[in-house]
């Protein structure tokens, strides 16, 4: 029995470092995007910061291990909330009630320019209510004073590039980085710019191992999966990367060069849970799960308190002046308008909402040339579908949340701009090839014209007929009428630099109504000064709408139940219809392709006469 004991002592001696070392569990979120009330209908909600809250509460007290809550960035921007963030930092103010102890600075923290991020940054510090803000691969201009506000706040450690934390007996190095497909989706960054962010790992996890002696180093991740699967294979000694920017639920973690990569999905509809035990000086995952945020958990009642507090600030700094309230209906639908890859009905119904508004405002009828003739809309600027039923401003406002007007107010501005045909179908030719290359982001809504593409063909050149007005246009270079079209600043501005992105075969240059190439594309204004925003401009039109069932609320037309086919894909392997109507650069390569084929064909048949010759000599 003695002996039975003393086997017994000696095994779990030697096996307690192995299984009884420190335990922390990490709570994650990502993407928040302003989403303080969640979304889903009053029935079925998902998401919500007051719901988040109790199960962070709920995940807290179930373990007697410490517990360290992180967010991996795009706090910011998605709804109304985000129009007060300047004045209120009020997403800041809450996750720090909530336990959050860092979060990753994200491209749309970067919305309201580096100046207006300083501006919410420094109401939440005022407020003492900032969770520490992480972001290590930037780099300021040192001249342009467009970034100076926030390079202070990184002067002041405000705004840090990596934090330790102390969590029971482990020291906890902490670091974020911005991905470089979310650098270049972050264009009101300037005069900010971003460095590698494999580069900067490698000295940030040998400086937060070597210098400051930490037992754990986690990576939280602004740049999407991929890029952080890549990062985790190249850069030695990261114990965790928590991946944010692509909205991706990841049911379970992916393990990529020893380290678990891990995504909560987007807009606080799920909550991360990642519980670790240290073994050794690595650590061993013990448990994971991603926890939905839905009506089965009680909405804490003192963050919703604060949440409707917040509602009232909206109305009062914001939809005011423009005589609207955050949940005043404006219009109602009789089916989901979603939001989804390629065309939608949400898309079309949102593009031709703004040819309606951006027409009603420049367009005069003496006046052939002022009026619009087409509007393009990117799928990545839409953000949210509207579910059956009331539309209110607060929904309204969701589908279009983004952006930041020259004047330094919310909202994408509206511009406009002439193109010749053949530059309407390079515009097209991004929704075809760019988009394909680069995601679903680039997809263009379009309203005024319709187009069919052939998926086959060369890229760039895969536009095979577009309708304009329901006629056909001549896109050749024959045609060198001009054409007038709008966009939002964003995507008015992409047009510019779209040939970079194409070796410089969609190369577009915006012009005047003279045909002047405009040096910069300005948002156009109302007769007060005020920019001609799309938000402002869906809203209108939806109000605009005729009431079909008599109660008084307008509705959304049966049209929109389905999509259009505006773009249209005729797949074909035809080498007629590959070729005709090819552009110069496709005629090339196809005759490229077609000499090389007919050099390799006649050496074929020469080196095969020159064997057949041989092996007949051989026999005579």
Same mark, same amino acid.
């Given at each position: 029995?003695?002996? =039975? ?307 009232? =600030? ?307």
């Amino acid at each position: 029995m003695k002996r =039975s004991c003393w086997i017994f002592f000696f095994i779990l001696f030697h096996l307690a470092p192995a299984y009884g070392g420190e335990r922390i569990t990490i709570l994650f979120t990502s993407d928040l995007h302003s989403h303080l009330t969640g979304t889903g209908s009053e029935s079925k909600p998902v998401g919500g910061v007051a719901r988040l809250a109790q199960a962070i509460e709920e995940e807290r007290k179930k373990r007697p291990n410490p517990c360290l809550i992180v967010d991996g960035g795009d706090f910011l921007m998605g709804t109304l909330f985000h129009t007060i963030s300047r004045e209120e930092a009020i997403e800041l103010t809450l996750m720090k009630k909530m336990g959050y102890e860092a979060v990753a600075i994200g491209n749309h923290e970067f919305d309201l320019r580096p100046e207006g991020l300083a501006s919410v940054l420094i109401r939440a510090k005022e407020k003492n209510a900032l969770p520490v803000p992480l972001l290590a691969n930037i780099r300021f201009d040192g001249h342009d004073p467009g970034d100076d506000a926030l390079a202070a706040l990184y002067r002041a450690e405000v705004v840090r590039p990596f934090v330790v934390l102390q969590k029971g007996g482990l020291r906890i190095g902490l670091f974020a980085l911005m991905g470089v497909d979310a650098a270049e989706a972050a264009p009101f960054a300037r005069p900010v710019r971003f460095t590698d962010p494999v580069a900067t790992a490698h000295w940030l996890v040998k400086y937060l191992r070597e210098v400051k002696r930490v037992d754990m180093v986690i990576g939280l991740f602004h740049g999407g999966l991929a890029e952080a699967e890549s990062l985790a294979r190249k850069v030695d000694r990261i114990d965790l990367i928590i991946a944010a920017h692509g909205h991706v639920r990841l049911i379970t973690p992916i393990v990529a060069g020893g380290v678990p990569v891990v995504e909560a999905g987007s807009y606080g509809a799920y909550l991360g849970i990642l519980d670790l035990e240290q073994v050794g000086s690595r650590f061993r995952l013990v448990g994971y799960r991603l926890r939905r945020i839905d009506e089965s958990i009680e909405p804490m009642s003192a963050v919703e308190r604060e949440i409707d507090a917040a509602k009232e =600030s909206v109305d009062r700094l914001f939809l005011e002046s423009f005589g609207l309230s955050y949940g005043q209906v404006i219009a109602a639908t009789p089916f989901d308008l979603i939001h989804r890859k390629g065309e939608s009905n949400l898309g079309n119904l949102i593009a031709d909402a703004l040819l309606w508004y951006v027409n009603y405002h420049v367009y005069d009828p003496s006046d052939p040339a002022s009026k619009v003739v087409f509007y393009i809309q990117s799928n990545g600027v839409i953000r949210d579908g509207l579910k059956k039923g009331l539309i209110t401003i607060a929904d309204a406002f969701r589908s279009l949340p983004l952006g930041i007007g020259k004047d330094g107010t919310i909202g994408y501005p509206i511009a406009s701009c002439y193109l010749t045909a053949s530059e309407i179908k390079k515009v097209l030719e991004i929704a075809t090839s760019i988009a394909p290359m680069k995601g679903d982001d680039y997809f263009l809504a379009v309203s005024g014209l319709k187009f069919t593409y052939n998926p086959y063909r060369l890229p760039c050149d895969r536009v095979v007929g577009i309708w304009l007005d329901n006629r056909p246009l001549d896109y050749s270079s024959r045609n060198r009428r001009l054409y007038r079209v709008a966009a939002n600043l964003y995507n008015a501005a992409f047009l510019q630099v779209v040939g970079s992105y194409s070796y410089h075969l969609l190369d577009i240059v915006p012009k005047d109504r003279f045909g002047k190439p405009l040096k910069e594309i300005i948002p156009i204004r109302l007769a007060d000064g005020r920019e001609l925003k799309e938000w402002l401009g869906f809203v209108a039109y939806l109000r605009s709408l005729s009431d079909t069932d008599g109660d008084g609320i307008p509705d959304v037309p049966e049209r929109y139940r389905h999509v259009e086919g505006r773009a249209k894909a005729h797949p074909s392997l035809n080498p007629k219809v590959l070729i005709c109507g090819s552009g110069l650069t496709s005629l090339a390569v196809f005759a490229t392709v077609g000499i090389l084929t007919m050099v390799i064909v006649y050496l074929a048949i020469k080196i095969g006469r020159i064997g057949y010759g041989r092996k007949d000599r051989e026999r005579n």
